[in-house]
């Protein structure tokens, strides 16, 4: 039996197991993916579908669906998490972030801080100046336009398994247990937590979920059969922007992935960047069947195309509230339509109402970077409000950086963030049924890196607490 069983090798999962094993308590970590150097990809920077991977070896495994992310380290509590739903103040996640931040560095990320520039400031004024305009010429709407600054660290797709390696290796030094390749079918309790998969069963005092963006729909069925309470939150729908890497190059030289959010005139809806990728790659995932499109970038390797997401923040209401089914249908339409493969639009064909062909994209400036695509119509896969959304961030992005939404930027669907699912916790990230703890994306409790690893500290310290108030 261990002291605790953490399900999840994401960056929750391992910065959790950290802190229990340097408090010498027993720990297992149990993932349905791969350790990191067994992550093989078929679809990484080729044509090959998602599909033909058993388990989706970029959204499962040791390091989570960050493994094989651009490895984006945001130094900042105004970027991956929600400080009143996690209940803590700024000054306890700054702490969190620096602690954090320290492990990284040990475990081999280079010491290289972007965001510190001066002109940083040059580029929230003009940002500032944009907004102005906006909000005069709609004076009924109230448009907005926003840079977030903020430190980054740069990982780079091709050097984070590096980072990740160095920081198992050093978790098994201390003693943490892993069972890979694992996929839990089922959590029992009887006084202790057993987690069973196939034939085999571990037992444990104390248990932390943290899924990731991959289980976070596995464990919201599991979480109701066990009685745990949760409700819904929004969820992040758009596209993937691909467009010549020098329309944004004076902005990323100096913040690496820059933070815009945007509210529409139309709608009124919040849209915000996400995951920029300077010089960088058009990627998928694959999430419970589901083709979904992202993006990466290498230290190694560029190319002449940036790339970035951008989502509009949904928040359903009544009569529907499910989110996460809200999304999956909108992911599986865009999969059908495209016939398995990412669809792709040109901006200026989306405005023209026209779809794209095979013979538009070999004449266009920019050149797709990801082969699985199937030239369409994105307004057959998104709803109109989505699509009106997209072209007026677009339009308000380009003021700010003009060059962004010309006729030849690529837009690549579906793109959907799934950790809407919220779990009722207290403030040490415990649920409503003793002992199961919490963290991460997959549970809605941060978004990215950084984020998720200070839940899985938070959750950590939950755990030793409550061992300290049964002693």
């Not at 190694?300 to 997401?309: I, L, V």
């Not at 209401?317 to 792709?344: H, M, Q, W």
């Not at 994209?361 to 970077?369: G, L, M, Q, T, Y």
Request: net charge positive.
């Amino acid at each position: 039996m261990y002291d605790v069983i953490i399900i999840g090798a994401g960056p929750a999962g391992l910065l959790a197991a950290d802190t229990l094993s340097k408090q010498k308590l027993s720990v297992l970590v149990v993932d349905k993916g791969l350790d990191i150097s067994a992550r093989k990809c078929k679809t990484s920077f080729t044509s090959i579908s998602c599909k033909r991977c058993p388990v989706c070896a970029i959204m499962y495994g040791v390091g989570g669906a960050g493994a094989f992310s651009d490895g984006k380290l945001n130094i900042s509590h105004e970027i991956g998490m929600n400080l009143s739903e996690l209940g803590i103040p700024a000054a306890r996640a700054d702490s969190l972030i620096k602690q954090v931040d320290k492990i990284f560095l040990e475990c081999g990320v280079e010491n290289k801080l972007y965001g510190q520039s001066r002109r940083v400031g040059e580029w929230v004024r003009r940002t500032e100046k944009v907004d102005a305009y906006l909000k005069r010429n709609h004076p009924d709407r109230e448009p907005l336009v926003k840079l977030v600054p903020a430190l980054q660290r740069h990982i780079g797709s091709d050097k984070t398994p590096k980072v990740i390696s160095n920081l198992k290796q050093k978790l098994v030094e201390q003693g943490v247990k892993f069972k890979l390749g694992f996929e839990v079918e089922d959590i029992l309790k009887n006084n202790r937590f057993f987690v069973k998969g196939g034939s085999t069963m571990f037992e444990s005092k104390h248990l932390i979920v943290a899924p990731g963006r991959g289980g976070a729909y596995w464990f919201r069925d599991l979480a109701k059969k066990l009685g745990i309470i949760t409700s819904f939150g929004p969820i992040d729908v758009g596209v993937r922007v691909e467009l010549l890497a020098k329309e944004m190059d004076e902005i990323t030289r100096v913040i690496y992935d820059p933070k815009f959010r945007m509210v529409t005139p139309t709608y009124q809806n919040e849209v915000r960047t996400f995951c920029t990728n300077p010089h960088g790659y058009i990627t998928m995932e694959q999430v419970d069947k589901l083709l979904l499109v992202n993006g990466h970038a290498l230290r190694s390797k560029r190319t002449k195309n940036t790339n970035f997401a951008l989502l509009y923040t949904i928040n359903l209401t009544e009569p529907v509230v499910d989110s996460t089914k809200y999304g999956r249908r909108i992911a599986s339409f865009c999969n059908f339509i495209s016939g398995g493969k990412i669809l792709l639009q040109r901006l200026g064909d989306l405005r023209r109402g026209k779809r794209t062909r095979m013979r538009d994209i070999r004449a266009n400036e920019v050149k797709p970077s990801l082969k699985a695509i199937c030239c369409g119509d994105l307004g057959l896969g998104l709803n109109y409000r989505i699509i009106t959304n997209m072209m007026e961030s677009l339009d308000m992005l380009n003021m700010v950086l003009p060059g962004i939404s010309k006729d030849s930027t690529l837009l690549y669907a579906p793109e959907v963030k799934f950790y809407d699912t919220k779990y009722k916790t207290d403030s040490n990230l415990e649920t409503n049924l003793p002992g199961i703890f919490v963290a991460g994306d997959g549970c809605g409790k941060s978004r990215g890196i950084i984020g998720a690893a200070i839940t899985g500290i938070m959750a950590a310290e939950g755990v030793l607490k409550a061992r300290k108030a049964q002693e």
